[in-house]
């Protein structure tokens, strides 16, 4: 059974950061490309940050650029998304993903059931 269980949002003020953990199992993650994407009340489902097999090379959301960082342990089955300076506009559910091929539109083989991030003072 495939799961991708995320942790770690919660309130956070303007300014502060959080790290969202995703630890997985079910399938062989060394071999899919994970993602961080991220859904606020009436908006679509967007990109945040996506991160190759190996954790060579990894893409962001120009919105998050240089204050989000998305890391992988391939050990643990886990994927990380370091979240630094956040903005009230970043409040929304973040889910993890596994791709198969990283790409601006990746097609998600599997979802986690999200975390909620809400940023405010």
């Known amino acids: 059974q495939v799961q991708l269980v995320e942790s770690g949002g919660g309130l956070v003020q303007p300014g502060g950061s959080l790290r969202l953990s995703c630890v997985t199992s079910g399938f062989t993650f060394s071999t899919y490309a994970m993602t961080w994407y991220r859904q606020a009340p009436g908006k679509e489902r967007e990109l945040v940050a996506g991160?190759?097999?190996?954790?060579?090379?990894?893409n962001y959301a120009d919105s998050v650029k240089g204050r989000f960082t998305i890391s992988r342990d391939n050990a643990k089955n886990t994927v990380l998304l370091q979240m630094n300076s956040l903005k009230p506009e970043d409040t929304a559910v973040y889910y993890c993903?596994?791709?198969?091929?990283?790409?601006?539109?990746?097609?998600?083989?599997?979802w986690g059931q999200g975390t909620q991030v809400t940023v405010s003072s």
């Open positions: 993903s596994a791709v198969r091929i990283l790409t601006m539109t990746p097609t998600v083989d599997y």
């Open positions: 991160i190759t097999r190996t954790g060579s090379s990894s």
